[in-house]
């Protein structure tokens, strides 16, 4: 069972920043895959970003050169940092987690509101 935590996201002003972790509990294993997706009101939800164990990482192209994600292994933790960010950004953002490379295990987090307004 593993439970996935996050935290950091508010209210923020047009062009300003936030950072969101996800700190995952309960697994033995380093966690293969671990990403953010994000869920506007009547949109599909959608990939934000995401990165493997081994460092590879992808974005959604509406947030490259924005957003940056990273990984610490050793907590089993995954970041994004979001800068610039947009009104269009709004969205609850949920932190994502696939435990092994070649069995689908996913894990949810609860979501996190980010509202980007002035």
């Known amino acids: 069972q593993v439970q996935l935590v996050e935290s950091g996201g508010g209210l923020v002003q047009p062009g300003g920043s936030l950072r969101l972790s996800c700190a995952a509990s309960?697994?033995?294993?380093?966690?293969?895959?671990m990403g953010w997706y994000r869920q506007a009101p009547g949109k599909q939800r959608e990939l934000v970003a995401a990165?493997?164990?081994?460092?590879?990482?992808n974005y959604a192209d509406s947030v490259k050169g924005r957003f940056t994600i990273s990984r610490d292994n050793a907590k089993n933790t995954v970041y994004l940092q979001m800068n610039s960010l947009k009104p269009e950004d709004t969205a609850v953002y949920f932190c994502?987690?696939?435990?092994?490379?070649?069995?689908?295990?996913?894990?949810w987090g609860q979501g996190t509101q980010v509202t980007v307004s002035s």
């Open positions: 309960g697994s033995i294993f380093t966690i293969y895959r």
């Open positions: 990165a493997t164990s081994s460092g590879s990482t």
């Open positions: 994502n987690a696939d435990l092994f490379w070649n069995i689908r295990e996913l894990y």
